[in-house]
């Protein structure tokens, strides 16, 4: 009598589509988190002594201010002239619209006073900055 082998015995499941659809899990999940990192624009952010973090960290509109005199909306380089039409922009499509200012610590209050300005040019009278907390 000859052995028979262990295939002709045991009926394996084909494992071949769930790797597939494992394999392309994997390659969405790495994509989704490589696209959420490279939405920052990188700053040294200053460090203030009473930073607080907000209750409320709903939706904002980002704006950056780099220390060489860039902006951005998002990660969307803009001019200042034409960021008030994006925050009026961003106001209408989102109930109670807020602004989240992220100024490189180099920047002078002067250039981030006209995001202020650009914000209630766009009706948004909430702005918060962007802070480290001191370690004090």
Do not use: H, W
């Not at 394996?12 to 490279?38: R, S």
């Not at 002067?110 to 900055?129: D, H, I, Q, S």
């Amino acid at each position: 009598m000859k052995p028979r082998a262990i295939e002709d015995t045991i009926d394996l499941p084909d494992l071949t589509p769930m790797i597939d659809i494992v394999f392309l899990l994997i390659v969405f999940f790495m994509t989704v988190a490589k696209m959420q990192v490279q939405q920052m624009v990188p700053i040294s952010v200053p460090i203030a002594e009473s930073a607080t973090i907000p209750d409320d960290r709903g939706a904002r509109m980002t704006v950056t201010l780099k220390d060489d005199g860039s902006i951005y909306f998002g990660p969307q380089t803009v001019v200042i002239e034409d960021l008030s039409a994006l925050i009026a922009q961003g106001n209408a499509s989102q109930s109670s619209a807020k602004v989240y200012v992220r100024a490189d610590a180099m920047v002078p209050f002067k250039e981030v006073r006209k995001v202020f300005a650009a914000a209630a040019e766009g009706g948004v009278p909430n702005v918060v900055f962007a802070t480290f907390q001191s370690d004090k």
